[in-house]
T-cell receptor, first 109, second 112 residues
Framework: GQNIDQPTEMTATEGAIVQINCTYQ??????LFWYQQHAGEAPTFLSY??LDGLEEKGRFSSFLSRSKGYSYLLLKELQMKDSASYLC??????????WGAGTKLIIKP | DAGITQSPRHKVTETGTPVTLRCHQT?????MYWYRQDPGHGLRLIHY???????DKGEVSDGYSVSRSKTEDFLLTLESATSSQTSVYFC???????????FGPGTRLTVT
């Protein structure tokens, strides 16, 4: 079966750095997405990785290791507005998008 | 932001009644998707469309049907609503199956 694992919940302090991990076991790989979802709202696209390495976009970075089936989302200089759920999703060999259950990130002042 | 709207935004209906949710896009994207999101399950694909009149089932398609007669509209119908279909329903669009998906604001459906 296909599976994506993320921690259910994480807590971090305003101004700090947090890393949200995602491991996947899928039938093939054609890319990995990270989305942000605030409570009661729709998911919004954050980043896309298809090659190994780090993609940086402002305070957010996403890393991929295809050989390890592993990705992480790194959030720097945390702000209260970063409190949200973060969803990892993988495109498999049939171009189906497999979604993780999401990580709820709580930011404390 | 991608131009995607969903209607209605909220609906309460009774068990056994048919319900239709509408997704409308102004981006001319080829792919459209219907998901449901429930606590602890994440996003689950119900049906998707890869062009006008071209649709396929997702992982949780039982009890749902879809239609796409125009590029901009994708309809989701619950043929006979059940309490297990109480959920938040999201529509999404993408240019291709490899591209990021953009989501509509969601419809909160309650079946009593």
């Amino acid at each position: 079966g296909q599976n994506i694992d993320q921690p259910t919940e994480m807590t971090a302090t305003e101004g700090a750095i947090v890393q949200i991990n995602c491991t996947y076991q899928t039938s093939g790989f054609n890319g990995l997405f990270w989305y942000q979802q605030h409570a009661g709202e729709a998911p919004t696209f954050l980043s896309y990785n298809v090659l190994d390495g780090l993609e940086e976009k402002g305070r957010f970075s996403s890393f991929l290791s295809r050989s390890k089936g592993y990705s992480y989302l790194l959030l720097k200089e945390l702000q209260m507005k970063d409190s949200a759920s973060y969803l990892c999703a993988v495109i498999d060999s049939n171009y189906q998008l497999i979604w993780g259950a999401g990580t709820k990130l709580i930011i404390k002042p | 932001d991608a131009g995607i709207t969903q209607s209605p935004r909220h609906k309460v209906t009774e068990t056994g009644t048919p319900v239709t949710l509408r997704c409308h896009q102004t981006e001319n994207h080829r792919y459209m998707y219907w998901y449901r999101q429930d606590p602890g399950h994440g996003l689950r694909l119900i049906h998707y469309s890869y062009g006008v009149k071209d649709t396929d089932k997702g992982e949780v398609s039982d009890g749902y049907s879809v239609s796409r007669s125009k590029t901009e509209d994708f309809l989701l119908t619950l043929e006979s609503a059940t309490s297990s279909q109480t959920s938040v329903y999201f529509c999404a669009i993408s240019e291709s199956e490899e591209n990021e998906q953009y989501f509509g604001p969601g419809t909160r459906l309650t079946v009593t």
